[in-house]
């Protein structure tokens, strides 16, 4: 216990995430958890951190508990340098993008996560539903047009009842709007949650410890 609290004083728990990041099995449940993605929120390399914590061989358990980085929060200020791009169908690069195409390119560059390529695929996608009471920043929001028919459109939610997308060419592409909005609110159908802290268990890691 002694050795936990003088460790914990010299290596704090975001370069530990970073560890945790990269040793750990396979994501659970989704899948869609990018362990890349907390390495380099951090800064520092695994090289680094394990010169750090290194000392004379002997090892003890560490239980850390794994906190997510702010990836909702890289994936939206990237999305607000994108406003204005040109809606493209079929488009997933900035020269014009359809909304899959502009959700899965934030999500692919500022995460490392490669969402299902289309809103029906999304839709269908192995991740948790939220309710829309308790939607965050982050979250994927699903919609189809006024209630009638398959999903058709897809955007990331903001906070405060905001929205991001790659809303039309007639709308002016990548845009914000409000789910207040009539024609938004009516066509509403759900929402999906990607970054999700169920995916960040503890995780017991063989770390190497010093002498004291």
Same mark, same amino acid.
């Given at each position: 216990?002694? @050795?936990?609290?003088?460790?914990?004083?010299?290596? &704090?728990?975001?370069?530990?995430?970073?560890?945790?990041?990269?040793?750990?099995?396979?994501?659970?449940?989704?899948? $869609? $958890?990018? =362990?890349?993605?907390?390495? !380099?929120?951090?800064?520092?390399? !695994? +090289? +680094?951190?394990?010169?750090?914590?290194?000392?004379?061989?002997?090892?003890?358990?560490?239980?850390?508990?794994?906190?997510? &980085?702010?990836? *909702?929060?890289?994936?939206?200020?990237?999305?607000?340098?994108?406003?204005?791009?040109? /809606?493209? $169908?079929?488009?997933?690069?900035?020269?014009? #993008?359809?909304?899959?195409? #502009?959700?899965? /390119?934030?999500?692919?560059? +500022?995460?490392?996560?490669?969402?299902?390529?289309?809103?029906?695929? @999304?839709?269908? %996608?192995? *991740?948790? +539903?939220?309710?829309?009471?308790?939607?965050? &920043?982050?979250?994927?929001?699903?919609?189809?047009? =006024?209630?009638?028919? &398959?999903?058709?459109?897809?955007?990331? /939610? @903001?906070?405060?009842?905001? #929205?991001?997308?790659?809303? !039309? =060419?007639?709308?002016?592409?990548?845009?914000?709007?409000?789910?207040?909005? !009539? /024609?938004?609110?009516?066509?509403?159908?759900?929402?999906? =949650?990607?970054?999700?802290?169920?995916?960040?268990?503890?995780?017991?890691?063989? %770390?190497?410890?010093?002498? $004291?």
């Amino acid at each position: 216990m002694l @050795m936990l609290k003088r460790l914990a004083s010299i290596v &704090p728990i975001g370069l530990l995430i970073a560890l945790t990041a990269c040793t750990s099995a396979q994501p659970k449940k989704n899948g $869609f $958890f990018a =362990r890349e993605a907390a390495l !380099s929120s951090t800064g520092v390399d !695994s +090289q +680094q951190l394990l010169s750090i914590i290194e000392d004379n061989g002997q090892t003890y358990n560490a239980l850390i508990s794994y906190e997510l &980085p702010g990836l *909702a929060d890289s994936i939206l200020s990237a999305g607000k340098e994108l406003i204005g791009t040109p /809606y493209r $169908f079929g488009g997933t690069t900035t020269t014009g #993008f359809d909304c899959s195409g #502009f959700v899965g /390119y934030l999500y692919k560059n +500022q995460t490392g996560i490669v969402l299902p390529r289309t809103t029906r695929a @999304m839709l269908a %996608m192995n *991740a948790t +539903q939220v309710k829309r009471t308790e939607l965050v &920043p982050g979250d994927l929001i699903l919609f189809n047009k =006024r209630g009638r028919g &398959p999903v058709s459109h897809v955007g990331i /939610y @903001m906070g405060n009842n905001k #929205f991001i997308h790659s809303g !039309s =060419r007639r709308s002016g592409g990548v845009r914000i709007d409000s789910l207040t909005n !009539s /024609y938004w609110n009516a066509s509403y159908l759900q929402a999906k =949650r990607v970054l999700e802290k169920s995916e960040a268990q503890p995780i017991l890691m063989n %770390m190497p410890t010093a002498s $004291f």
